[in-house]
């Protein structure tokens, strides 16, 4: 069975950092494009962050570019989600997905997703 498994969400102030993994278990995931979205309380599910297979190819989110950088060590199996300058409205559950094709914003087109991680920031 294959899953993904978030880890590093938690509590912080306005203005501190956090830094997201994700890794896979079950399968290797170094050929998969890899996401990560949010779903506030009471908000539809939006996209965060997306690399493709090498990490040549990123996109973010306007309301995080400039302050979040996703990266992935394919050595490691692992994808990274550095979230700078925390905001309170960047207060989610973040998920990591993963995509057997090009990355995309879409989270309709990932084929697997992990349980998320809280992320909550106080103002």
């Known amino acids: 069975q294959v899953q993904l498994v978030e880890s590093g969400g938690g509590l912080v102030q306005a203005g501190d950092s956090l830094r997201l993994s994700c890794a896979p278990s079950?399968?290797?995931?170094?050929?998969?494009?890899m996401g990560w979205f949010r779903q506030a309380p009471g908000k539809e599910r939006e996209f965060v962050a997306t690399i493709n297979w090498s990490g040549g190819r990123i996109y973010y989110a306007d309301s995080v570019k400039g302050r979040f950088t996703i990266s992935r060590d394919n050595a490691k199996n692992t994808v990274y989600l550095q979230m700078n300058s925390l905001k309170p409205e960047d207060t989610a559950v973040y998920y990591c997905?993963?995509?057997?094709?090009?990355?995309?914003?879409?989270?309709?087109?990932?084929?697997?997703w992990g349980q998320g991680t809280q992320v909550t920031v106080s103002s």
């Open positions: 079950g399968r290797t995931f170094g050929r998969y494009a």
């Open positions: 997905a993963a995509r057997n094709g090009l990355e995309s914003r879409m989270g309709g087109l990932y084929d697997y």
